[in-house]
C-alpha cells in the first residue's frame, strides 16, 4: 500500500471515519482505522461496533484530483494517533506507505512518522443491508428530528428500548419518538418512500443519533435511510452511517396522548422558558426540579419554586389566552425546558388534562410536534 | 437596606466580586457575598480566605446615576444563588431589599425572588494595608507578566514557595521569576515607583494571579500594587484585589542562569512549536515527555520522539544559525511548549552548555524573558 493525498482531504475523511471510534472499546482492533486503497480511491472505516462510518475519498473528481495510488493495499492504524498525526501534518500533501508488516510511514514536507497497527485481515466485515426499505429526506430535516427528540430518551438501562428514537413509517409520514415514561417528544414529517411502506418498531439508539447529528449538515442534501430487522444505515455523499437497531417492543404512544383538555393556554414560547431558567435555579437546588404554575384570571400565568435552604421565586407571564378551569399543577421544570429549546415556533399552547394527569405541549403554528410531560405529586 | 439600581451594572459588580469565592471553602460565609450600601455608592466583597476582591459600583458617575438608595445597611448573601438571579433578571433595574433578619427580596419586572442569606456580622474584615511599598504599571503589562510566568510554578504542595510566582524590586525594575525545580521563567520589566524601593523574596501564589489575570484587561490603564510583609493588594479603577503572600524563602535563581554556552541555535519559534506538538502527540504517549534535538551541520536541527508501542517520528528545521559545538539532548518537550507559547517574538536562540546541563531559551529582539529548563537523562 503506497499512496500520495491532498491532505485537507484526507483529514475530513479520517476525521469522519474517527467520530465512529471509541476509545472505550474492549476489542483492540477497534481502536483503530481501516484503511483500503483501490485504483478509483480511498475508503476509511471506523467502528465501536454499534455505530460503523465508512467514508470514501475518490481519487478525483469535477474539481480536482486527490491523490496518487502507486499500490493498492488494506491496513488498520491506530485511529488516535493516526487522526492527530494527519491532522498536524505541515505539507498540501501527504504520502502514506506500507512499512514492515503492520506498520506505515507517514510523510509530510521534512516529517517523516512511523505508526504501528494492526492486522487488517482482523478487523470486521460491514453488514451488506438489503435495500427493500428505503425513506428519503433532507439532512438539515433528518437533523431537526434527531434534535427534537433525542433529548428525551432514558439514560437508564433498566428499560433499553427506552435508550432508543422510535421510528415508524405510515402513508409517507415518519413519527419519531421518544419516551422515558415521565415526558414523551414526538416529530412527525412527511418522506419520501414507496406509498405502500410500512415500518414500526424500529428502534435506533438515542447515542447512534447524537453521533450521526454531528455529521449531518443544515443542507437540502437528501439523506436515504435503509432499514432492516437489526441494522439502519443512513447514505450521504461518500459517507455510510451504519448503526444496530435496539432489540424489544417499544411502548405503544399515540393512545397516551389526551386529545382534549380542561384548560388551554397559549404564550411566547421564550418567556416560558426564561422563566423557567429561573426557577430552575431554585427548584434545581432542591433537587427535585419541581417548578409550580397557576392561572391567575384569563390572561396571566404564575410560576413559583421554592428552596427551603435558599429561598424562593414567584413571576407572572402575560399569556395570550387562557381557556377553560382554573389551574394548578407542578411539573418537572427542566423537562419543560429541554422540550421548549427544541421548539422553534415563537408562540406554544399548553394543554392540561387535570391536576394528576398528562400534560400536552406543542408549537401553535404546526401539527407535527407533541410534547407530552406528567405531572409532579406534591404534598 | 434598599436600594434600586441598574441591572447591568449591578451584574458587573456581583460577577468581579464572585470570582474570589469558592464553593470549596470550608467557611460557610464564605459562600456569600457582602453587600454594602451607602449614601455614596454599593461595595461588594467575595473571598475564599486566600484572595479577597472588592469592587464598588459609585452611586453615579460622569455618564449615569446607576442606583436610587433608599435605606443603608449591610447583607451577605449566597454568592452562587445570587449571582445567578442577578444575571437572570428580565428588566433594565432591579430592588433589592432587605426582607427579615438575614434575608433580601430581590425583584425586577414581574420576577419576586426571596433569597436567605448570613449575618453580615460574621463576615471577616479585610485587612487595611500601609501603603509604603507601591509600584505601578500598566494592566496589560502585568497581564503579559503574569501569562509569561505563572504557567512554571509547581503544582506539587511539597515545596510550597515553588507554587507562587516570586517577585523582586530593584532600580525601578520588576523581576518576576517562576519555578518548579525543572524549568524556570524569568520575566523583567520598568515600573514607576520610588527609585530607592527595593523588594525581595514576595511571593504571590500562582493561583491568585491567574485569578487576578483573569479581572485584568489589555488597557494602558494603570494598576498600583501595594506590598507588604504578608499581603498584596492590586488596586484598579473601582477594584480592590488583594492575595496573601507565601511564607518561605524562595530560592536563588540568578546565579542558576548560565551567561554563554557551548552551542546557539537560532530559529522561528513558530517552527519549533509546531514540531514539538507533533513529536508530544508520541512522547506524551510514552508517558515521560521526553524529546530529542540534534545539530546537523550549521543550519538544520532534527527533532525526533518514539513510543516503543506507537511508533516514531523524525523531523528537520530550518534553523537561522547554529554556532559552536555539535549538539545532542533530550527534554521535556511539554516543558518547553509551554514556555513557546508564551513568547510573542517571532525569532527565539536556544543556548546550551552541555549534554546535562541546564540550557536557556530566550527571544531573539529582546532581553526581557529568559526560560531556563533542564535536560532529561537518557539510557
Redesign the interface.
Known amino acids: 500500500m503506497h499512496f500520495s493525498i491532498d491532505t485537507h482531504a484526507f483529514i475530513t475523511g479520517v476525521q469522519n471515519a474517527n467520530k465512529a471510534v471509541s476509545s472505550r472499546t474492549t476489542i483492540p482492533i477497534l481502536t483503530g482505522i481501516k484503511i483500503k486503497v483501490e485504483t478509483k480511491g480511498i475508503t476509511l472505516i471506523g467502528s465501536d461496533s454499534d455505530v460503523s462510518i465508512e467514508t470514501f475519498i475518490p481519487k478525483s473528481d469535477e474539481e480536482q484530483t486527490y491523490m496518487t495510488i502507486h499500490e493498492e493495499g488494506e491496513m488498520v492504524l491506530?485511529a488516535k494517533?493516526f487522526s492527530?498525526?494527519v491532522r498536524?501534518m505541515?505539507g498540501e500533501t501527504l504520502t502514506l506507505e506500507k512499512d514492515g508488516n503492520m506498520?506505515a510511514t507517514i510523510s509530510s514536507?521534512?516529517?517523516?512518522?512511523?505508526?504501528?497497527g494492526f492486522d487488517p485481515d482482523n478487523y470486521p466485515k460491514l453488514p451488506q443491508l438489503e435495500e427493500e426499505q428505503v425513506i428519503l429526506l433532507p439532512q438539515h430535516l433528518l437533523k431537526d428530528i434527531i434534535r427534537q427528540t433525542v433529548f428525551a430518551v432514558s439514560t437508564q438501562e433498566t428499560r433499553p428500548v427506552l435508550t432508543g428514537v422510535h421510528f415508524s413509517i405510515k402513508n409517507r409520514e415518519l413519527t419519531a419518538t421518544a419516551t422515558d415514561s415521565h415526558r414523551l417528544a414526538m416529530r412527525t414529517v412527511g418522506v419520501e418512500t414507496d406509498e405502500t411502506l410500512e415500518i414500526n418498531n424500529v428502534i435506533i439508539p438515542g447515542k447512534s443519533l447524537t453521533e450521526l447529528s454531528r455529521i449531518l449538515d443544515d443542507s437540502e442534501d437528501m439523506i436515504t435511510i435503509v432499514v432492516t430487522k437489526t441494522q439502519v444505515l443512513f447514505k450521504m455523499n461518500h459517507l455510510l452511517f451504519f448503526s444496530r437497531l435496539l432489540d424489544g417492543k417499544f411502548p405503544l404512544t399515540s393512545n397516551m396522548i389526551p386529545s382534549e383538555g380542561k384548560t388551554t393556554v397559549t404564550l411566547p414560547t421564550k418567556a416560558l422558558n426564561?422563566?423557567l431558567?429561573?426557577a430552575m435555579?431554585?427548584s434545581r437546588?432542591a433537587k427535585n426540579n419541581v417548578v409550580h404554575i397557576k392561572s391567575i384570571g384569563t390572561t396571566e400565568i404564575e410560576i413559583m419554586s421554592i428552596s427551603a435552604?435558599?429561598?424562593?421565586?414567584?413571576?407572572?407571564?402575560e399569556a395570550q389566552e387562557i381557556n377553560g378551569a382554573e389551574l394548578q399543577i407542578a411539573f418537572n421544570g427542566k423537562n419543560i425546558l429541554d422540550a421548549l429549546k427544541t421548539i422553534d415556533s415563537e408562540i406554544i399552547s399548553l394543554m392540561f388534562t387535570g391536576t394528576m394527569s398528562p400534560f400536552v405541549v406543542q408549537p401553535l403554528d404546526h401539527q407535527q410536534m407533541i410534547h407530552l410531560f406528567s405531572p409532579v405529586r406534591t404534598s
Open positions: 491506530q494517533y492527530e498525526i498536524k505541515p506498520a514536507g521534512n516529517v517523516v512518522f512511523h505508526l504501528n426564561q422563566s431558567e429561573r435555579l431554585l437546588e435552604e435558599v429561598g424562593k421565586v414567584k413571576e407572572s407571564i
